[in-house]
């Protein structure tokens, strides 16, 4: 295991990545010579390691522990074509104050709307200390030209938002046109400024596991400041197996470079149980570094309430239910 | 060949929770034994949290089956004594064993807890009737009164009438439509085991029903402090279980039915041969009052 080196803040991190990486992104060839010689993934291996971890068993305090950092760990996510401000006002007031019965109850560490809902979102968030993150560069689909998506991240940040949630453009991708959505990421993360840019791969269209990690080290290699699994938009969306191979490569890349870079599983998690057996692997695969807000983020909405009861369970020792969370 | 030299096959049984039977989450079991202490079968030892898993079940059936008509709910309960009936031999043999009856006195017993069963289906569409209706007031409204299923029940099934009394205790909870946790009597479990799977097969949507075995002092103390849960028959508990499990009732204020409340003497258990009564059709019934203006007074009085 080799020794964890002080990661650089962030911002200065993405030049000296770039210039480490130089030689690789010089063109296409090369950079589809980097990727393609990245080790394969062994599927089979990948599914029984994130299987095997999903089988602790967390109690007592550990899961108090557990629950706590989960709930800390939530962009808390409404991306629907209904959305309104009333509705991203409910959800930052649930943001800052998950558990209106319980003070004690730490806030999640961001919400995530679309660009035209960062306003609202960050007026009724005010100085709480919770993140706005949005998703932008055409969301969930990504199928716009370079400057549509360009424009909608600049929208996005000058309204506000302190995270910019971005996904690639998977055809180019699947296509084999690497060094395209290696610059596309690349004029992103100019466009968000201070905004930490989390890159999304959308594992679920990606087909393989040997494209999921080539996608994490493209996204690294471009900057990116967070790896996020999926839109949430299709059928398959963060699994404990593609989640560990994303781990897998920020653990290598800050081996190699000395750069961190965070993980986002997004979609599909809904019950404590689930959030925790992603917590186990963070811990067993990138290690005690990565168990914070700034490095682990869950991109849910309904795995909240989930949270909430069974805090509400192991706070009063009698079962919860969903009377007693927001319907939202 | 002679036929006793066929190995006979032995049934396994299963939970019946959200429409599947599962085995319980802790991978218990306990003995179960007829009324002359022979061993009958493995039953699982369910666990709180099979309690829980239950309740999400039920939680999860609850709008449908409330929301379905009345005369659909009858329909679907009568579908169900039509699959009793067709089984009635297993059942007899069942209760015979579980309780020490001839076959033939099983064989009755079943037939009352058919007709139970139908019995109860009649109701679900004439409850309203008798319990809800339009009450006069002093004002240009009308006032309607209607019965609302409560919620999600727990019912402690009683521990020595293991077919009938639990038909008499399961029927009348859900044909007012809520749905039902049931822990089956802890020493005679197989007929309630059975019933679930003459529920599975028989339109009513998973979850409506869920059968739990095991314990009732397990199983009643996180139901009854369950706060998902929001009523609870507590037919099945001793009285010393049934107090403890009254005062954790009374935290979300569940509607509790009192073995007291149905019982005709102080000693005796409830008679589940007699006339049931409504007594627990509508112990877990709301009431929904609505107003609703008939109109403006004018100088002539209401327009109606």
Redesign the interface.
């Known amino acids: 295991m080799p020794s964890p080196q002080l990661s650089p803040p962030p911002g200065q991190g993405g030049a000296a990545t770039l210039a480490a990486f130089a030689d690789v992104t010089a063109s296409d060839s090369t950079l589809r010579r980097f990727l393609h010689g990245l080790p394969g993934v062994d599927a089979v291996g990948l599914e029984a390691r994130a299987a095997s971890l999903g089988t602790r068993s967390i109690k007592t305090t550990a899961k108090a522990y557990a629950i706590d950092l989960a709930i800390s760990m939530i962009d808390l996510t409404t991306l629907e074509g209904a959305d309104t401000p009333g509705k991203v006002r409910a959800l930052a007031g649930k943001a800052v104050n998950p558990d209106p019965t319980d003070r004690t109850t730490p806030r999640t560490a961001a919400v995530c709307v679309y660009p035209d809902m960062v306003e609202a979102a960050k007026a009724a968030l005010g100085g709480s200390g919770v993140k706005v993150a949005s998703v932008a560069t055409a969301f969930p689909a990504g199928r716009a030209a370079l400057d549509v998506k360009l424009a909608d991240t600049r929208d996005a940040v000058a309204a506000g938002a302190d995270e910019i949630d971005m996904v690639i453009d998977r055809g180019a991708f699947l296509a084999g046109h690497y060094l395209k959505v290696y610059e596309e990421i690349r004029a992103v993360k100019e466009a968000s400024g201070a905004a930490r840019l989390k890159v999304i791969f959308e594992t679920g269209e990606l087909s393989t596991y040997d494209n999921i990690r080539r996608a994490s080290w493209l996204g690294m290699i471009a900057g990116a400041d967070f790896i996020k699994t999926s839109t949430g938009k299709v059928a398959v969306n963060a699994t404990p197996a593609n989640t560990l191979l994303m781990l897998e490569a920020v653990r290598d890349f800050r081996a190699q470079t000395g750069v961190q870079v965070g993980v986002k599983p997004a979609g599909g998690i809904r019950s404590t149980k689930d959030a925790v057996k992603f917590l186990v692997l963070v811990n067993e695969t990138a290690g005690q570094d990565w168990l914070d807000n700034h490095w682990f983020r869950f991109g849910a909405s309904s795995l909240l309430n989930d949270l909430l009861m069974q805090r509400q369970k192991l706070a009063t020792g009698r079962y919860s239910g969903p009377d007693y969370v927001t319907v939202d | 060949m002679s036929e006793s030299s066929r190995l006979s096959v032995l049934k396994t049984y299963k939970l019946y929770v959200g429409g599947k039977f599962p085995r319980s989450e802790s991978g218990r079991v306990y003995e179960v034994a007829d009324a002359k202490d022979t061993w009958l079968a493995n039953v699982p030892l369910s666990s709180r949290k099979d309690a829980?898993d239950a309740?999400v079940a039920a939680?999860k059936a609850f709008g449908g089956w409330s929301g379905a008509t009345a005369y659909n709910r009858g329909q679907v309960l009568y579908r169900v004594a039509e699959m009793l009936e067709g089984r009635k031999g297993q059942f007899a043999r069942e209760v015979a064993q579980a309780e020490g009856l001839s076959t033939s006195e099983a064989a009755l017993v079943v037939e009352a807890a058919v007709d139970r069963w139908v019995w109860y289906a009649g109701w679900t569409d004439k409850i309203a009737q008798v319990v809800g209706g339009a009450n006069p007031v002093a004002g240009p409204y009308f006032n309607l009164s209607t019965p609302e299923p409560t919620g999600v029940v727990a019912v402690l099934a009683p521990q020595e009438s293991s077919f009938l009394g639990l038909v008499s205790v399961i029927a009348p909870v859900i044909a007012t439509g809520n749905t039902a946790v049931v822990v089956a009597s802890e020493r005679a479990p197989l007929p309630a085991l059975s019933l679930g799977e003459v529920l599975a097969t028989s339109d009513l949507p998973g979850g409506v029903v869920n059968v739990l075995s095991g314990k009732a002092a397990e199983l009643g103390v996180?139901l009854a402090?369950?706060?998902?849960?929001n009523a609870i028959d507590l037919t099945g508990a001793d009285p010393e279980l049934a107090r403890e499990l009254e005062i954790a009732a009374a935290?979300n204020l569940k509607r509790v039915l009192r073995p007291q409340d149905v019982r005709d003497t102080e000693e005796a258990g409830p008679d589940f041969a007699a006339d049931p009564g409504l007594t627990r059709l509508t112990a877990f019934l709301e009431t929904k009052t609505v107003w609703h203006p008939t109109g403006s007074l004018g100088a002539s009085g209401s327009a109606y």
């Open positions: 829980r309740v939680r996180p402090a369950h706060q998902d849960v935290d």
